[in-house]
């Protein structure tokens, strides 16, 4: 087992003339909860496709436990898009008979209790649930795998305030303990409380990766504080907006 779970060296993705993200560099061990934090834009949504596979670098290395994103990373990695990408027709039953066909590691009972405490039930259609419900389910799903990595796309964008604590606690108590949870958003006020690393990334580049404790005692702020120091200049949407 590699002493890392994921491993990036001067990992660069560009479309066309744009440039995504620009010779990254960082390593992140196990059993670590990390925050990928920056404005909308600077190339959080890219790493993470990149990670899962589904985008290939344009230069550069990318390892999830030693090896390159492929068949054997994709059962290593949950992942949870920043859209939603269950379809309505669908019930309960049908879409965690998906998640235990396709995932071996995947926890029917687990998913089956996360459920029932969102008073979700098996048979309930997807298109009559509320947007709300419907992220929750999918993340009850998504952390009902014992996957040794963990990416969440803004899992909590677009939700009130009351959802956002019951994600992060959901988060909390059902990954992996031995698994690494990679976050990425923009609200790091939400999140800041749950981290062990934050990782800064600033127009597709890394400007900062480090232990929570000791940026708190390096800089005499918070992570949210040093988020809006780092980004004050930065309009949210910024250069790259969608990546």
């Given at each position: ?58 230069s550069g290395e990318l390892l999830i436990d030693g090896h390159t994103p492929g068949a054997y990373t994709k059962g290593q990695v949950s992942y949870l898009p920043d859209r939603m990408y269950v379809a309505d027709w669908m019930k309960v039953r049908d879409l965690m008979g998906f998640f235990r066909d396709f995932y071996q590691d995947f926890d029917g009972a687990k998913a089956s ?131």
């Amino acid at each position: 087992m590699n002493d890392f779970i994921i491993q990036c060296r001067g990992l660069t993705k560009n479309y066309g003339t744009k440039t995504a993200l620009e010779q990254v560099e960082f390593s992140i061990g196990r059993g670590r909860i990390v925050g990928l934090l920056g404005p909308n834009g600077s190339g959080k949504t890219t790493l993470i496709k990149l990670l899962c596979g589904l985008l290939q670098p344009t230069s550069g290395e990318l390892l999830i436990d030693g090896h390159t994103p492929g068949a054997y990373t994709k059962g290593q990695v949950s992942y949870l898009p920043d859209r939603m990408y269950v379809a309505d027709w669908m019930k309960v039953r049908d879409l965690m008979g998906f998640f235990r066909d396709f995932y071996q590691d995947f926890d029917g009972a687990k998913a089956s209790e996360m459920c029932q405490r969102l008073g979700i039930q098996e048979k309930d259609r997807i298109k009559a649930m509320s947007k709300g419900t419907k992220e929750k389910l999918q993340l009850a799903l998504v952390m009902s795998r014992k996957a040794q990595l963990y990416l969440l796309d803004e899992p909590i964008a677009g939700v009130d305030p009351a959802a956002r604590d019951y994600i992060m606690n959901t988060i909390l108590t059902n990954y992996n303990e031995n698994g690494t949870v990679l976050i990425s958003t923009h609200l790091i006020g939400d999140v800041e409380r749950v981290l062990d690393e934050a990782m800064f990334l600033k127009n597709g580049r890394m400007v900062r990766h480090q232990n929570v404790d000791d940026l708190r005692q390096q800089e005499g702020k918070s992570v949210d504080a040093l988020f809006r120091e780092i980004f004050r200049t930065e309009p949210f949407g910024g250069e790259y907006h969608g990546f």
